[in-house]
């Protein structure tokens, strides 16, 4: 088990966050034809509880029903999309997709762990798959609102989750027979508070499991010596009432209750079975903690970002740090049976919902399995369920798809 955080809280440099937009592979004209687009619901009803985005919105979700086998089984993903910690970083983001339903597109491809194929998702292809929209910026974790004036900044992701997972329950999930809660980037990062909490309200009729996508983001000090995460976790979770929510096990393990927004400091206190797929070399992790522009202000390491194969052999030989730091953390549930891990060491960031990596015939491979196989035995119990990659550049499998002129800030 990974040693916790006890006394005063320690100081870091202010932090500003961006999520790392990946893009789909491009694909034939004829499969384009095949993808699936799922159109969105409002949950209208959701206001009377104040379960509303950052502007006042109602929330929405996207689902697409099971079929056979698969109809009594439900798949819930968590749109990812990064955070913000502070009344300006917030209001702007209340004006964009990512703090409004208004401003969102209303129709969303299914792909991936998402997909309606069993040639391209063979083990979750027919369940209910449900895509939770992410408009508060805190992980739907937040409870609280700042008033300035006429204008108004609601902190309800922990009401969002509550008021789109009732709307469920009265649409079939009140009688699943089989749950995965997952989510990429900032949503995994929310399946670390909803996993148990999930559980519970299902009861134990229900397989309920949790699969955190590129959400395990490290307490890390950057190769300037700087720990950036912390001052932006803390100030985030001071602003949007984020404690109260937050794993009361590990609450009251620390001296600081921001540290359990951090995955590695939440998981010893979760009960539900986890799995988590995660880059060792995470492309946001490597550039905006482990790396951040703070911390290089001569710019030497950008041709290394931009192209792994650009990366000096002093370069190559720090980043091995962040694959230590990330595998010396989950050290924690190596041995417990229930959980499951896939951690690669290709250049990526987020890869269950990109169906070049989750399942292709040239998809990522760590001993000669793919991310959706070691899920799906995960899973359903199949066998052997935790991967950890050679260090790079050994894997020849890997597409190391750094997305480095599309990074969109979102603070």
């Given at each position: ?18 999520v ?6 491009a ?13 969105m619901?409002?949950v ?5 509880t104040?379960?509303v ?5 109602p ?19 968590f749109?990812?999309g ?10 702007e983001r ?6 409004s ?5 209303k129709?969303e ?8 194929r ?14 939770l ?20 900044l609601?902190f ?7 008021a789109?997972?009732?709307?469920l ?13 997952s989510?990429c980037?900032?949503g ?14 299902l009861?134990?009729a229900?397989?309920?499991?949790c ?5 395990f ?14 001052k ?16 009361k096990d590990?609450?009251n393990s ?11 400091y939440?998981?010893p ?15 946001y ?19 290394c ?26 050290k ?34 760590i ?18 369920a935790?991967e950890i ?7 020849s ?15």
């Amino acid at each position: 088990m990974a040693p916790r955080r006890r006394g005063a809280c320690p100081a870091a440099a202010v932090f500003v966050a961006a999520v790392v937009a990946v893009g789909f592979a491009a694909e034939a004209a004829d499969m384009v034809q095949e993808r699936l687009t799922v159109g969105m619901t409002i949950v209208a009803d959701a206001a009377s509880t104040g379960a509303v985005c950052l502007d006042g919105s109602p929330p929405a979700y996207h689902l697409h029903r099971g079929s056979g086998a698969g109809a009594r089984s439900w798949l819930l993903q968590f749109e990812g999309g990064g955070w913000c910690n502070d009344v300006r970083s917030c209001t702007e983001r209340a004006g964009t997709r990512r703090g409004s339903t208004r401003l969102m597109t209303k129709v969303e491809v299914f792909s991936g762990i998402l997909s309606n194929r069993p040639s391209m998702n063979p083990d979750f292809y027919n369940w209910n798959r449900v895509k939770l929209r992410y408009c508060d910026g805190g992980s739907f974790s937040g409870d609280s609102e700042y008033k300035n004036g006429s204008s108004v900044l609601y902190f309800r992701g922990q009401r969002i989750w509550d008021a789109i997972i009732t709307d469920l329950l009265q649409k079939g999930l009140a009688k699943a027979k089989n749950v995965l809660l997952s989510g990429c980037s900032a949503g995994g990062l929310a399946t670390f508070f909803h996993c148990d909490s999930l559980k519970e309200r299902l009861g134990g009729a229900t397989t309920v499991k949790c699969l955190s996508d590129a959400g395990f983001f490290l307490d890390l000090t950057d190769i300037s010596g700087n720990n950036n995460m912390r001052k932006f976790f803390s100030s985030l979770v001071s602003l949007q009432g984020v404690q109260k929510n937050l794993n009361k096990d590990c609450q009251n393990s620390t001296d600081c209750p921001y540290m359990c927004f951090f995955p590695q400091y939440a998981l010893p206190d979760i009960r539900t079975p986890y799995f988590i797929l995660n880059s060792a070399y995470d492309v946001y992790q490597f550039h905006h903690i482990f790396v951040p522009p703070s911390s290089d202000p001569g710019g030497q390491w950008s041709r290394c970002k931009m192209d792994p194969g650009a990366c000096s052999t002093s370069q190559i030989a720090t980043l091995q740090g962040l694959r230590t730091a990330m595998l010396t953390s989950l050290k924690q549930i190596e041995g417990e049976p229930e959980a499951g891990m896939f951690v690669n060491s290709c250049f990526a960031h987020c890869q269950s919902e990109l169906q070049d990596t989750w399942f292709e015939p040239d998809s990522p491979m760590i001993h000669d399995k793919k991310i959706a196989e070691v899920v799906g035995d995960w899973y359903f119990e199949r066998g052997a369920a935790k991967e950890i990659d050679c260090a790079y550049p050994c894997d020849s499998t890997c597409h190391n798809l750094i997305p480095s002129d599309q990074e969109l800030r979102m603070y």
